[in-house]
């Protein structure tokens, strides 16, 4: 029996962080024992995350979404 192989690409519609079509989000150690920065250098953007919640702040969890309701306007003012 033959195994076909599955090609998996990355969804070009931006719908997931640092895929390369949708936002970059760099985690920064800032020395806290408990927060972490994340930082969208594209948009000037920075929020502190909890260590033990970065692994959601990258699904699609409610940081996620707050993120791109507020994209455009981000972007917007960076230009």
């Known amino acids: 029996m033959e195994l076909t192989k599955k090609r998996v690409f990355a969804s070009s519609t931006g719908a997931y962080l640092n895929s390369g079509n949708g936002p970059t989000f760099q985690p920064i150690d800032i020395g806290h024992p408990v927060?972490?920065?994340?930082?969208?250098?594209?948009?000037?953007?920075?929020?502190?995350?909890?260590?033990?919640?970065?692994?959601?702040?990258?699904?699609?969890?409610?940081?996620?979404?707050?993120?791109r309701e507020k994209m455009a306007t981000m972007a917007e003012e960076m230009e």
């Open 35 to 67: 927060y972490i920065a994340l930082i969208d250098p594209d948009r000037a953007f920075w929020s502190l995350i909890k260590k033990e919640r970065l692994a959601d702040a990258f699904s699609d969890g409610s940081f996620q979404r707050n993120y």
